[in-house]
């Protein structure tokens, strides 16, 4: 194997493992803090959404179909709407509390937690 092919293919073993690490660390963090995991994953969600409308919008002399155009607009707002939602998420916290086989749902900015169930 010449030095070339090497490279490539230790790159690509190193591209394989990297995809697989940060897998096994998003699946982990589920364990350790729910709400870190959940934000992580809406910022990668933002972040392809924002891509996709900068790929439109660059794009716009080329797209012949209007179409194209609205569903990359429609991606910015969507984007906007999630990094919104992601940044009230982490202040609006909710717990979910067991107390004698009843389910009850608080949020911190309500108050304490009394049960409404009957």
Known sequence: MNKIGYANSLSKSYYWLSIITVVIGLYLTTYVNYLLFHSIVELFSV???????????KSVRYI?????????????FGSSHKSVQSSWHGQISHAVIQV???????SESVGPVTDNLG
């Open 47 to 57: 972040v392809i959404a924002s891509t996709v409308f900068i790929i439109t919008w």
């Open 64 to 76: 012949k179909n209007p179409y194209l155009m609205m569903v990359g607009i429609s991606y910015l």
């Open 100 to 106: 004698e086989n009843k389910v009850l749902c608080r």
